[in-house]
């Protein structure tokens, strides 16, 4: 699909990666969430910080992607080794 707001085609997989995301324990939630968040950046900073994290480490942290999606440690391996990721 392509727009013609400020004359830019549109590239999906780049608004994928690019999205805000956040590294949060898996047990983050309720009132104080917020204070939870150890990592913020776009998609595939996140991707690249937690699949470069030793395992035990990232093994009780998932990822929160814009639009309330959730990929936990072992999506976020396949995502980094997917073709497509970004450089």
Request: charge should be negative.
């Amino acid at each position: 699909m392509n727009t013609t707001i400020r004359a830019e085609s549109h590239d999906a997989a780049h608004d994928f990666w690019n999205d805000h995301a956040t590294i949060v324990p898996r047990d983050a939630g309720g009132v104080l969430h917020a204070f939870a968040v150890l990592h913020s950046g776009t998609f595939a900073e996140m991707v690249r910080l937690m699949a470069r994290m030793p395992e035990a480490d990232r093994a009780e942290l998932i990822i929160e992607k814009s639009g309330d999606r959730h990929y936990g440690p072992a999506e976020a391996l396949d995502l980094f080794k997917r073709a497509d990721f970004p450089l």
